[in-house]
């Protein structure tokens, strides 16, 4: 018996099949998001790094209502802020217009 080879668009949809059924993963479009990093192919762009600038901007109004001298308050911005950010931008290479709106 013989066996008629597969094209490539079907050989891929197997190989999709069969690794969506091990792992139990779903299959998504970029960009995506993955341990707080945008995930993306091509070129950076500064809609991908809105929710990193909003998650620093609500933790600093979050601070807002608190009961803190001038100083502790800034102190507590540089300490969590830097602290949040460090990973992100470690693995992140974002554009210099997202850096300047977190300084």
Partial sequence: MLKVPLSPEKKASLITQRIKTITSFTMKALPITCIGAPLYKGNKRKFLYVDLIDKAQAKI??????????????QLIKTVLSKMLIY???VMN???STIQKLE
Wanted: glycine content about 16%; overall charge neutral.
């Fill in 61 to 74: 109004s979050g601070w807002e209502h608190c009961h803190l001298s001038y100083g502790g308050r800034l």
């Fill in 88 to 90: 992100l931008l470690q």
């Fill in 94 to 96: 974002p554009p210099v």
